[in-house]
């Protein structure tokens, strides 16, 4: 039980948490005594050589957060007996493409990097299209502990990347990097990041959504209106991918955006969705018009003024070969030039040994070799 004896302002102490004057304490513990510094505002208590321990607010509000990071400490060491290294090459096509999106412009071999990925640096670079569809795919890797949180702390914002590579555990964020830049960059002569060509149609069907979400955002950013896709918009957008090219659904969301925007339909916040939903309606009223009418739709480049994120670049520019024609036809003909050559990657198989750990040199207009790095087997395939 502590009893106060005297208690006095001492002008020269201030507290170390608001800096308010402190007063000087003399008091009796257990018929013991003490002297200690207490705040005059915030009640912190200040002993000599830490022989106490304070009760204000903050010092309880710490401990009790010390105590909570400790358990989520232990709970996670218990579950990491029982997790599984995925190997980077199980990954899914979607997540190896959004890893190097990540890392490929904060890796590199000349400059210092740490080993670990700190999302609140990145989160708001232009990663993907959008930062819903960024956030929810960063989420997806830590749920399926892809990335495991490098403090036992709730609010944790740096993560390593936890799988195996060749085998290793642990491999270095460089080898990580090098491996996926091997992937997408050699325009599939170091290996292929997908299980089948289906992986990758799905895959240019949803980052061709996200880059029409980005773009409807972007339209109604200048007017001061939210706006965002969910699952209905998103299955629109898709039948709409299967006959119109996605400048001519630019184009459509344009003129829907303007329409609604002059008739003040639009909300400023999109609350359950209900700007979505309106558009949607008026761009389904325009195109079963186009249809009916016969009109021909037109076709809008994508606005320069909206960035291209680093998730765009990197599959339809430097993985598929394409530029921006990839925005003026529909993704059945772009897929029509796109899946033979995946398919032969995602099926070649080494003759003798039956290995896919290919290593591939060929001339696109007469030859292609396959050299098997497990029994060093050659297959020689003539396109003329």
Request: a neutral charge; proline letters at 3%; glycine letters at 2%.
């Amino acid at each position: 039980m502590l009893q106060i004896l005297q208690k006095q302002l001492d002008e020269s102490a201030f507290c170390p948490l608001c800096q308010a004057s402190m007063y000087y304490i003399e008091a009796e513990e257990f018929e013991k005594e003490i002297h200690f510094h207490q705040c005059s505002h915030c009640h912190h208590q200040v002993f000599p050589n830490q022989q106490g321990n304070c009760h204000c607010e903050t010092c309880q509000s710490k401990r009790r957060k010390l105590i909570k990071e400790t358990r989520l400490q232990e709970t996670r060491k218990l579950k990491k007996k029982d997790d599984f290294e995925i190997g980077l090459d199980h990954l899914s096509f979607l997540h190896k493409l959004f890893l190097l999106s990540l890392l490929d412009n904060q890796v590199h071999e000349n400059t210092h990097h740490h080993e670990f990925i700190d999302w609140e640096i990145i989160k708001y670079h232009s990663i993907t299209p959008n930062y819903y569809f960024q956030s929810q795919l960063f989420n997806q890797l830590i749920k399926e502990n892809i990335l495991v949180p490098k403090d036992f702390s709730d609010d944790a914002h740096q993560y390593y990347i936890n799988v195996r590579l060749d085998g290793y555990s642990e491999p270095s964020l460089f080898s990580i990097t090098t491996q996926l830049r091997h992937w997408f960059y050699e325009n599939l002569s170091q290996g292929i990041p997908f299980r089948n060509s289906e992986e990758v149609k799905n895959a240019l069907y949803v980052v061709l959504y996200q880059e029409i979400v980005q773009f409807t955002q972007h339209y109604c950013r200048t007017w001061g209106i939210q706006i965002s896709g969910n699952k209905n918009f998103q299955s629109f957008c898709y039948r709409l991918l299967d006959s119109l090219a996605v400048g001519q659904i630019f184009y459509l969301i344009q003129t829907a955006l303007e329409y609604l925007y002059q008739k003040k339909a639009l909300q400023v916040r999109n609350e359950n969705f209900i700007n979505t939903n309106i558009l949607k309606k008026t761009v389904q009223q325009y195109r079963e018009r186009a249809l009916a009418e016969k009109w021909e739709t037109s076709t809008l480049p994508r606005p320069p003024n909206i960035p291209l994120s680093k998730m765009s670049e990197i599959l339809f520019y430097q993985f598929l070969g394409y530029d921006e024609g990839i925005f003026f036809q529909p993704v059945w003909k772009s897929w029509k030039k796109i899946e033979p050559r995946l398919n032969f990657y995602s099926q070649k198989r080494c003759m003798y040994c039956g290995s896919n750990e290919l290593t591939v040199e060929y001339d696109a207009q007469n030859y292609v070799t396959l050299f098997c790095r497990n029994c060093k087997h050659q297959d020689h395939y003539f396109t003329q």
